[in-house]
């Protein structure tokens, strides 16, 4: 029952260990788009950072991460509208927040270098204005939370995230590669099944020692 236990105590440890939050630091020069599989927009932005070696970290807001989307729409003031984009500058601040899809790589990649961790500057469908710095801890918080758990990230994020993201001209859309690398989630997983398979051929393996003594 000891050997039993402790078995299982591991595979709670292995499940701890492969869990991973994004952090602001890991998302420096990167940009988390929120947005939606059928939204042409989004699917311009995408090609145009994948295009461009932008590092992005993609949200489909119709799988997952509605409420952080509705949570950054209502903190800003900001119109229903996609996709919303929040740029993590070099520093790991996230120094703007953006609902449009502006097709120029070289605007979004001036934005990286800037060295201010004092506001955030807001662009709203071509108005922009400045917003309370203070929102940015709760605005980092809700950014991780979403990257994290279902972001889809670009070949050259920063963020531990493998999965490789494409624009699709049939539906409009953002779908993930095939044959892609897993996500983070998808990872611990398999490694929970592997290790709880494990467990259960060892406890099987050690009552049949002890039935044969």
Not at 4 to 31: K, M, N, P
Not at 59 to 82: H, N, Q
Not at 103 to 110: I, M
Not at 144 to 172: F, L, N
Request: hydrophobic share 45%; charged share 20%.
């Amino acid at each position: 029952m000891r050997v039993a236990q402790a078995l299982t105590l591991l595979v709670v440890l292995a499940i701890v260990a492969g869990a991973h939050t994004a952090t602001a630091e890991e998302l420096r020069s990167c940009v988390v788009v929120y947005g939606d599989s059928k939204c042409h927009a989004c699917e311009s932005l995408l090609s145009l950072f994948n295009e461009n070696g932008i590092c992005y970290v993609f949200v489909d807001i119709t799988r997952c991460g509605e409420a952080e989307y509705r949570r950054i729409v209502e903190m800003f003031s900001l119109k229903r509208a996609l996709p919303l984009s929040v740029v993590f500058t070099e520093s790991g601040w996230p120094g703007y927040v953006i609902l449009a899809a502006y097709l120029n790589a070289g605007w979004w990649k001036s934005l990286f270098p800037d060295p201010r961790t004092d506001s955030i500057t807001v662009f709203d469908l071509g108005e922009r204005r400045k917003a309370d710095a203070s929102l940015a801890p709760e605005l980092i918080e809700v950014v991780k939370r979403s990257s994290s758990t279902c972001g889809v990230a670009s070949t050259t994020t920063a963020t531990t995230a493998t999965v490789t993201a494409t624009a699709t001209t049939a539906t409009g859309g953002v779908e993930r590669v095939a044959g892609s690398p897993p996500t983070a989630v998808e990872v611990v997983a398999v490694a929970a099944v592997t290790v709880a398979v494990a467990v259960m051929v060892a406890v099987a393996v050690l009552r049949g020692r002890g039935a044969t003594k």
